[in-house]
């Protein structure tokens, strides 16, 4: 077997802006924000069959949800992104609470505004952000009726993390987790959303910058040589080979019940659960920790991110030994992809982050015991990424990236 990687010769590979065309170098996503209230939503392919919604309906958010009064409205969608997911075979259950009706913003920081504590079981507990308010919501789907009435028609198949769905009329806000996550719930199934599309903008959400307990988005783009770094890429097998987890699940990080993947169906598909796991180090002020001021460096693995540098996915038949013998020209490869993304456009990372907390030691007690009061956020954050694609998604079906990539055939007859 060559082992010269076909796409050594960079005259041959075709990276300077000369050899793009015009038409092909539409940045669809909008680095500095976006303005989607005027958005038609019919343009915006959904489903496995590109079905449309209807062109008289609007966009809505978190906040009408959470001010509605009246029941909810007709003709509106949410749209979020998948931002993380967690999984319990068994159930798992977390508590909700009512906010006064109105609005989380008439509750205020007034823990008197908030009443009706419950405990609510679930299977799969979805994080997304909205991409309106840019503020993070949940969906919770407690058994086989809300999998069968949100996934409708093969959906919970075709769909995974990092993927943007649309969410038709759903129910006024009336319930949070932790006293500050809106639970949305809708009778209609989810519309997965077929992107790119230019009609629909994809703002740009920097981390903020206040220490938060609250699960935060972020999703920044352009990221090029001074603040995106992508390196010490290697093979990782993932828990399992299904689609909804993006095979980001990593059997050695934890052993537990709740490093479970959530996929619906695994084993399906002719597909290696051997994939891409890189480290990603984010040199931008927004990603400053108290330990490296400005940066952050996170490990990722992820389907989406394998299937760049290859021209098809990997084949069941690839075992993670055969990935390894060819370690180097995999690496060499991504990073001439890496090079060309740069320079064109750059790369947009999408995820959330948390900040920690502790309790203040000093202000102990009655023999040491402390309330919840003297619970502080500590100025660290854990960041996570769940989706790292090029910002001009335009490039991916190009013949010059194509030329780029490896052929899956690299990996045969390794044993």
């Known amino acids: ?42 343009l915006i392919p959904t489903g496995a069959n590109h079905n449309r919604f209807p062109e008289y309906m609007t966009l809505t958010n978190l906040d009408e949800l ?39 913003s008439m509750a205020g920081p007034n823990k008197a505004a908030k009443f009706g504590n419950t405990s609510c079981g679930y299977r799969r507990l979805f994080t997304f952000v909205d991409i309106q308010s840019k503020r993070c919501f949940a969906v919770i789907e407690g058994g086989q009726d809300d999998e069968t009435a ?7 198949t075709s769909f995974r993390i990092g993927d943007y769905l649309g969410i038709k009329e759903p129910f006024p806000v009336e319930r949070y987790i932790a006293g500050s996550l809106p639970i949305v719930r809708s009778d209609d199934p989810f519309k997965i959303l077929r992107l790119p599309c230019t009609e629909l903008q994809i703002p740009q959400i920097l981390p903020k910058p206040e220490s938060t307990t609250d699960k935060c988005p972020f999703i920044v783009h352009g990221l090029g040589q001074d603040n995106i770094t992508i390196h010490t890429i290697k093979p990782a097998k993932a828990i399992c080979n299904g689609y ?16 479970a993947c959530g996929c619906y169906e695994t084993g399906r598909y002719q597909a290696s659960n051997v994939v891409l796991k890189a480290r990603i180090v984010l040199r931008h002020a927004a990603f400053a920790r108290n330990d490296i001021e400005g940066s952050t460096c996170i490990t990722f693995m992820s ?13 069941s038949t690839v075992t993670i030994k055969a990935m390894e013998s060819r370690e ?3 690496r060499e490869a991504f990073r ?9 456009g750059g790369w947009s990372a999408v995820g959330w ?9 000093s202000s102990a007690v009655d023999g040491g015991n402390m309330a919840a009061e003297d619970t502080v956020v500590s100025e660290d954050r854990v960041y996570h990424i769940c989706s790292l694609y090029p910002t001009n998604t335009n490039l991916v079906g190009m013949n010059v990236f194509r030329n780029l990539q490896l052929d899956t055939s690299v990996l045969q007859g390794v044993l």
């Open 1 to 42: 077997m060559n082992n010269e990687p076909p796409h050594a010769n960079n005259n041959d590979a075709g990276l300077h802006q000369e050899n793009l065309q015009d038409n092909e170098v539409n940045v669809v996503i909008n680095n500095a924000g976006a303005n989607n209230n005027n958005v038609n939503l019919n």
């Open 66 to 104: 959470e001010q509605d009064t009246d029941g909810g409205r007709e003709d509106v969608v949410l749209i979020g992104c998948l931002i993380d997911l967690k999984y319990k075979t068994e159930g798992g259950s977390v508590t909700t609470s009512r906010h006064f009706r109105g609005g989380r």
């Open 150 to 156: 949100y996934w409708r028609a093969g959906g919970r």
């Open 244 to 259: 909804l987890c993006d095979r980001q699940r990593d059997p050695r990080a934890a052993g537990s019940e709740s490093n």
């Open 303 to 315: 389907w989406r991110l394998s299937n760049l540098l290859f021209k098809a996915p990997i084949p």
């Open 328 to 330: 180097r020209e995999i």
């Open 336 to 344: 001439q992809i890496d090079t060309f993304v740069k320079d064109h």
């Open 353 to 361: 982050f948390k900040s920690g907390s502790k309790r203040d030691a």
